[in-house]
């Protein structure tokens, strides 16, 4: 059954400090996806990627937050420096591209504190 | 922009109910809508997907339908069970990007 994994499940960090969550997209799938969700927020897109290629990052504080792809088979989620109110649960999807036919499929997510 | 929004957000039936949940859009140009669980804690779970040209699909017994010109879509759920119990979330698609727009959820409680 092929899934998204994501690591690590759960991060408590510092204030202050870098965070990096990583993420495995299905094999094949050319379409990478970052969202965060919040109770006040609900999903919230971050970020996406085609291809490798970013597309979209306009829903991330650049300040703080980037998102690559290093290859195909990895995408990571940055942040530095860490604030309490980056605590949320970042989740992973990925998809083939046209979308249309296919839809997504999301990974566990990573749980996030900041304290 | 596209805005989505569920109604009711929160729901509590008893055991047997059958359910309709909603799900509405602002921008009826979208390519498709997908329903997705979500348990405490965990991650989202594909329920049905719908494409653009579809009017609705099936999987056992939940049964979603899309209506682009009103901008509306029902998640329907037969006989309730306990084990139901979890958020559901509605997503749409819209064309010339493969961003996926989220409601914010209903909460369904199905109690014995």
């Known amino acids: 059954d092929a899934r998204v994994t994501q690591t690590p499940r759960d991060k408590v960090t510092e204030m202050g400090q870098e965070v990096t969550m990583r993420c495995q997209p299905i094999?094949?799938?050319?379409?990478v996806f970052w969202y965060r969700q919040t109770m006040m927020q609900g999903l919230e897109l971050l970020a996406y990627?085609?291809?490798?290629?970013?597309?979209?990052d306009s829903g991330m504080p650049k300040d703080r937050f980037s998102a690559e792809m290093p290859d195909a088979t990895l995408a990571t989620l940055k942040i530095q420096p860490s604030e309490p109110r980056d605590s949320a649960v970042y989740f992973c999807?990925?998809?083939?591209?046209?979308?249309?036919?296919?839809?997504?499929?999301f990974g566990s997510g990573t749980r996030l504190t900041v304290v | 922009k596209q805005e989505v929004t569920q109604i009711p957000a929160a729901l509590s039936v008893p055991e047997g109910e059958n359910l309709v949940l909603n799900c509405s859009f602002t921008?009826?140009?979208?390519?498709?809508l997908q329903w997705f669980r979500q348990d405490p804690g965990k991650g989202l779970t594909s329920l049905l997907l719908?494409?653009?040209?579809?009017r609705e699909q099936t999987s056992g017994r939940l049964n979603a339908s899309l209506d682009k010109s009103s901008g509306r879509s029902t998640l329907y759920i037969a006989a309730s069970q306990p084990g139901d119990s979890a958020t559901y979330l509605c997503?749409?698609?819209?064309?010339?990007?493969?961003?996926?727009?989220f409601g914010t959820g209903t909460r369904l409680q199905v109690f014995p």
């Open positions: 999807a990925s998809g083939l591209s046209p979308l249309g036919n296919y839809g997504y499929t």
């Open positions: 094999l094949g799938h050319n379409t």
């Open positions: 990627f085609r291809n490798r290629a970013p597309l979209d």
């Open positions: 921008d009826s140009a979208i390519y498709n």
């Open positions: 719908i494409q653009s040209s579809q």
């Open positions: 997503a749409v698609g819209s064309y010339n990007t493969d961003k996926l727009i």
